[in-house]
């Protein structure tokens, strides 16, 4: 049984910085991607960034690229998502993902992930 536990969430201002974390737990992760997703109210969920296990090899929304960055620590089966210079519009309950059988250039439609951490929050103030 894969679980995902996401943690690391909370409020910050505007310019701020925040590191989320996804313990990952139940497979070996080897073979999948890992993903971020995030829902604000009122909106759909929303692709931020994916990694491949093995590999490193990454993909970011253009909303987020150079401001977050998406990492993950082998031995500790936990996946990161550093995220700087937050803006308002960032916020949002943020959730980790993982795809059994991730593409070449990884998934971003949350469709395809096969399985989901129950979400953390994250809120910018302007």
């Known amino acids: 049984q894969v679980q995902l536990v996401e943690s690391g969430g909370g409020l910050v201002q505007a310019g701020g910085s925040l590191r989320l974390s996804c313990a990952a737990s139940g497979r070996t992760f080897s073979s999948y991607a890992m993903a971020w997703f995030r829902q604000a109210p009122d909106k759909e969920r929303e692709f931020v960034a994916a990694?491949?296990?093995?590999?490193?090899?990454?993909r970011y929304a253009d909303s987020v690229r150079g401001r977050f960055t998406i990492s993950r620590d082998n031995a500790k089966n936990t996946l990161y998502l550093q995220m700087n210079s937050l803006k308002f519009e960032d916020t949002a309950l943020y959730y980790c993902a993982a795809d059994e059988a991730p593409p070449v250039y990884l998934h971003t439609s949350s469709s395809t992930y096969d399985y989901w951490g129950q979400g953390t929050q994250v809120t910018v103030s302007s």
């Open positions: 990694m491949r296990w093995s590999s490193g090899f990454t």
